[in-house]
């Protein structure tokens, strides 16, 4: 049997394993099999000797370790330097490589919608536009690196500000703004925090004053996509604004992790979305 497996702690809630054996049956991977480790910090080098050992074929990781694994592998793509933070784990030539498929992932999500979602907004035109990010966490890196090159005023801001500042020495066009603060007007709003994640959680920012109907076009984001609609995302629909949760960011890392590692391109379609309702 080839192995996969994504690693994290905590693992239980993870929707990978339903994703990738739902393409490894689709394009008859049949000798492949994708399960969930629950790992500790000190378990990382192992994982990393049964990937270089061919005993585990590719992995992905997860909260809290995809800036911790980095000690431990041979290389790291381009990406997964620039953000110090690596969801994926192949052997390439006998070295152990990270790679970050969540930042290509999520720039999909917000290319891909445009123009046939209602919730979808230009990628094309976002010169100019403030984006305006919430948090500084595991991910967040991988955001700001998809939207660095796109000629947009990046405002970032997190309850514990260093972390904002720590991101900003990565990222040096960033603007750092205080936990509470908003920007002048914001086009994007990205809640890369994990609030939200527990029912009746709400990121403590009023965006009550977007209920105007010019910021009808602006897009308010959430990463998760369990629960489907966090309060933050109930409140911008209420008020008129563009929603999108984070489950084709999800799918579409899921999907480079996959071509990484077969080199198939697997298909999102309507079936794969439907296995995370
Ligand atoms: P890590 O920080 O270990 O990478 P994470 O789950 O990737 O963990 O990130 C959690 C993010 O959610 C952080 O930005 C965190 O803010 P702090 O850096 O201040 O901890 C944010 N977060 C978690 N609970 C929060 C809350 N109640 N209010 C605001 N932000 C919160």
């Known amino acids: 049997m080839k192995k996969y497996l994504v690693i994290g702690s905590p693992i239980s809630h993870s929707l990978s394993p339903l994703i990738h ?101 230009d990628p094309n035109s976002l010169d100019s536009k403030h984006i305006f990010i919430l948090g500084a966490g595991g991910v967040t890196a991988s955001i700001i690196s998809a939207l660095k090159n796109e000629g947009a005023n990046i405002f970032l801001s997190n309850r514990t500000k260093e972390k904002a500042d720590e991101l900003k020495k990565l990222f040096p066009g960033l603007k750092v703004l205080e936990w509470g603060k908003k920007p002048p007007a914001c086009n994007i709003v990205i809640n890369t925090t994990s609030v939200g994640l527990i029912k009746d959680e709400e990121v403590k920012i009023d965006f009550s004053d977007y209920d105007k109907d010019f910021h009808k076009n602006t897009l308010f984001y959430d990463l998760i996509y369990n629960p489907k609609e966090t309060i933050f995302l109930k409140k911008a629909k209420l008020r008129g604004n563009k929603t999108m949760n984070g489950k084709m960011m ?28």
Not at 250 to 258: R, S, V
Not at 268 to 273: F, H, L, Q
């Open 21 to 121: 054996n739902h393409w490894m049956k689709k394009y008859h991977l049949l000798d492949s099999v994708y399960e969930k480790r629950k790992v500790e910090e000190k378990d990382l080098k192992n994982i990393i000797d049964e990937i270089r050992e061919g005993e585990i074929v590719g992995a992905n990781v997860t909260v809290p370790f995809k800036k911790l694994i980095i000690p431990f592998l041979d290389e790291l793509d381009f990406t997964a330097k620039e953000t110090q933070s690596v969801n994926t784990l192949f052997k390439v030539n006998n070295k152990v490589v990270g790679y970050n498929t969540d930042s290509v992932g999520f720039w999909d999500s917000i290319k891909e919608l445009y123009p046939y979602s209602k919730n979808s907004i």
């Open 250 to 277: 999800f799918l579409n890392q899921a999907k480079y992790a996959f071509n990484i590692w077969t080199k198939i391109v697997p298909e999102i379609n309507d079936e794969v979305i439907k296995l995370l309702d």
